[in-house]
Nanobody, 123 residues
Framework: QVQLVESGGGLVQSGGSLRLSCLVSGVRLDFYAWGWFRQAPGKEREGIVCISNSDGDIYYSNSAKGRFSIARDDSKNTVYLQMNSLKPEDTAIYYC????????????????WGRGIQVTVSS
């Protein structure tokens, strides 16, 4: 059974940093592309960073460019999201996701979702 378990969320002050981790079990990382999505209160889920396993191409949403980065450690079967210069508008539930190769970084492409983890940025 494939499971994605996020950790590392919490409360941080504006301008601070957090690193989210996604421990994957039941499948090797090279079986999927991987992404981080988020959903803020009253808003739709959005893909913020996605990485293709096949060639390492990375997609960043406009809100993530220059501040967020994604990485994966195949030896630990873990995907990371490093978030810097956090803003109150980054407050959301963050989801680790698995996507098919070549898919767009959007909710309809996602095959597997983690349960999500809360990130709150105070002003």
């Amino acid at each position: 059974q494939v499971q994605l378990v996020e950790s590392g969320g919490g409360l941080v002050q504006s301008g601070g940093s957090l690193r989210l981790s996604c421990l994957v079990s039941g499948v090797r990382l090279d079986f999927y592309a991987w992404g981080w999505f988020r959903q803020a209160p009253g808003k739709e889920r959005e893909g913020i960073v996605c990485i293709s396993n096949s060639d390492g191409d990375i997609y960043y949403s406009n809100s993530a460019k220059g501040r967020f980065s994604i990485a994966r450690d195949d030896s630990k079967n873990t995907v990371y999201l490093q978030m810097n210069s956090l803003k109150p508008e980054d407050t959301a539930i963050y989801y680790c996701t698995a996507l098919p190769y070549g898919s767009t970084c959007g909710p309809r492409s996602v095959e597997r979702w983690g349960r999500g983890i809360q990130v709150t940025v105070s002003s």
